[in-house]
């Protein structure tokens, strides 16, 4: 008889009690489906791809982490079973298409299924977020959340220009800082690039930030360029650059 699936838990917080004014999140660090769910229905070549999890994204988040002694929130489980940027509400939270692939696994999910998976994977994850925001405001320490993704380098057809983005919406003075601070327009840098964020398509921005009161961002980095360990740790030493100038200036809303 085989012997049972070990299963990562679905939330992992490193550093908790790091002095950083960031917060840092990762929702899609991790590609794990468990056995159970037969991949979905898809096959090893597409659940390696950017539609089961952010290439690189745990890598530079990680190294940031370490280098800026922030905690750090990571996803245990593949964005294809619930995406936990996303309303569990949402029509993306569990996509029956990601970008142009059908995902059969996820085809006429019963009411018991999307709650099963909201209860597994979604509420832990925004669980230990809040408690650390909530540990954190307790104490009387800063907290700005950045979330931290990947994007890939053509989207249906289109090649992206950027190598990186910063997305955000009340946070204007420290979103357009960070952005700056990464070197703008003239090093690739876009601002609220690939997408701009709503209320339907995220909930890191709107629920940990701005209804707390917070800045909040999602930085979006090029999956190509932190692919490997070397693109991924000069990109964590870029960011933490960047935040770290930042902070001295104290550039918050």
């Not at 679905?10 to 159970?36: D, K, M, Q």
């Not at 995406?83 to 298409?97: F, G, V, W």
Request: net charge negative; aromatic share 8%.
């Amino acid at each position: 008889m085989d012997a049972p699936e070990h299963l990562p838990p679905p939330v992992r917080v490193l550093n908790e009690t790091g002095a950083s004014p960031y917060v840092l999140l990762c929702e899609h660090a991790s590609r794990f489906i468990p056995a159970a769910y037969r991949g979905l229905g898809l096959g090893d070549h597409d659940l390696a791809r950017h539609i089961a999890w952010d290439i690189g994204a745990a890598q530079v988040a990680t190294c940031l982490s370490a280098t800026l002694d922030a905690p750090l929130v990571l996803a245990g489980y593949s964005r294809l079973l619930i995406d936990l940027n996303r309303p569990p509400h949402s029509e993306t939270a569990i996509p029956e298409i990601s970008e142009t692939t059908s995902i059969p696994g996820n085809r006429g999910l019963s009411e018991a299924e999307r709650a099963r998976r909201i209860s597994a994977y979604f509420d832990p994850f925004q669980a230990a977020v809040g408690h650390l925001l909530d540990a954190r405001q307790a104490a009387g320490v800063q907290s700005t959340v950045i979330g931290i993704h990947s994007f890939t380098p053509v989207f249906k057809g289109f090649v992206r220009p950027w190598q990186a983005g910063i997305l955000y919406r009340r946070a204007r003075v420290f979103g357009h800082a960070l952005a700056e601070a990464l070197g703008g327009a003239s090093s690739a840098i876009a601002e609220n690039e690939p997408y701009a964020i709503d209320d339907e398509s995220d909930y890191t921005v709107p629920v940990h930030g701005e209804a707390r009161g917070l800045d909040a961002v999602l930085v979006e980095i090029r999956q190509d360029l932190i692919a490997d360990d070397e693109g991924a740790a000069s990109w964590a030493s870029r960011l933490a650059q960047a935040l770290k100038s930042i902070e001295k200036r104290q550039l918050y809303t």
